[in-house]
């Protein structure tokens, strides 16, 4: 009975939304209608034919993975390099220097990085020019856009990755590595062959909140991939910012509901994929 009021807050704040926003995408919900006739699945099939949709669904498919991609080897090769270097009296500067652009609000962060990215005033590209190279158009080109997306989410996730790393290499059974290094292997190798698997559900964690973190791109694609005429996230469009514009702009709540039980259904069949392909490979 104790335990009866979390579950009802956790049913109305968490189970509550998901069942709504279900019932809300079988409907052609208009904010201006007071009609809200039930359509079945007609918004799920028009959704597939809105090319809008489809940019947005690719782009954002495109920037989760590669952001898991980029923060999951790199975590763990820092944590790696962190944890080995715990006996100097700087571990702690390291792991607070890692750590710091995970907790930095995420639209001055993004703001920073735009005037990093300018292909006029930016830093970066008077770097490449002081090298010889030619200005690229970071913010104004939809590919490289998307790139500067995804390093700008591997940067912001990076320090989480390489905290909950830390958290596995410090809790690894150093029999096991002391026995290796008797048999002749090399840090390289023992990492390899060694820390990667007995370092698999950590890496299951990481991939799947990456992934998440990633499919629920917003700030970064609003505030950094701007147009020219200033008009928000026209260059990289995104799932949560078209559905937003749905919502908000086009009144079509009901449109937007149906982009929403796509991204759930999308991250959850992703997250079943990760948890069956490490149990697959042998992992517990």
């Not at 809200?36 to 669904?57: S, T």
């Not at 993975?65 to 820092?78: H, R």
């Not at 080995?84 to 500067?93: C, D, Q, V, Y």
């Not at 735009?114 to 970066?124: E, N, Q, R, V």
């Amino acid at each position: 009975m104790a335990i009866l009021p979390t579950f009802a807050i956790f049913g109305w704040v968490r189970l509550f939304p998901i069942i709504e926003t279900l019932r809300l995408s079988m409907h052609e919900w208009n904010l201006l209608s007071k009609n809200k006739p039930f359509v079945g699945f007609q918004n799920f099939i028009e959704l597939f034919g809105d090319n809008q949709f489809m940019d947005a669904l690719t782009n954002t498919a495109v920037i989760a993975f590669g952001a898991m991609a980029v923060t999951i080897p790199m975590s763990m090769v820092l944590a790696a390099i962190i944890y080995h270097r715990t006996r100097s009296r700087f571990s702690g500067f390291y792991e607070t220097a890692v750590f710091i652009p995970h907790v930095v609000s995420l639209v001055p962060a993004a703001m920073a990085w735009k005037w990093i990215f300018d292909a006029k005033l930016g830093p970066l590209n008077a770097i490449i020019m002081g090298l010889g190279g030619d200005a690229l158009p970071w913010l104004f080109d939809p590919v490289l856009s998307v790139i500067c997306i995804i390093f700008l989410v591997s940067w912001q996730t990076l320090g989480y990755g390489v905290l909950i790393y830390l958290v596995g290499f410090r809790n690894l059974p150093k029999s096991v590595f002391e026995a290796a290094q008797l048999d002749g292997a090399n840090g390289f190798q023992s990492f390899l062959y060694m820390s990667v698997p007995l370092l698999k559900p950590i890496t299951l964690y990481v991939s799947v909140v990456t992934l998440i973190s990633g499919f629920n791109v917003y700030a970064q694609a609003y505030v950094l991939a701007s147009d020219t005429q200033g008009a928000p996230g026209r260059q990289v469009r995104v799932l949560v910012l078209d559905m937003l514009e749905n919502s908000f702009q086009n009144f079509r709540v009901g449109y937007a509901a149906a982009e929403a039980v796509i991204l759930l259904s999308i991250v959850l069949l992703l997250t079943m994929i990760q948890f069956g392909l490490l149990r697959g490979k042998g992992g517990r």
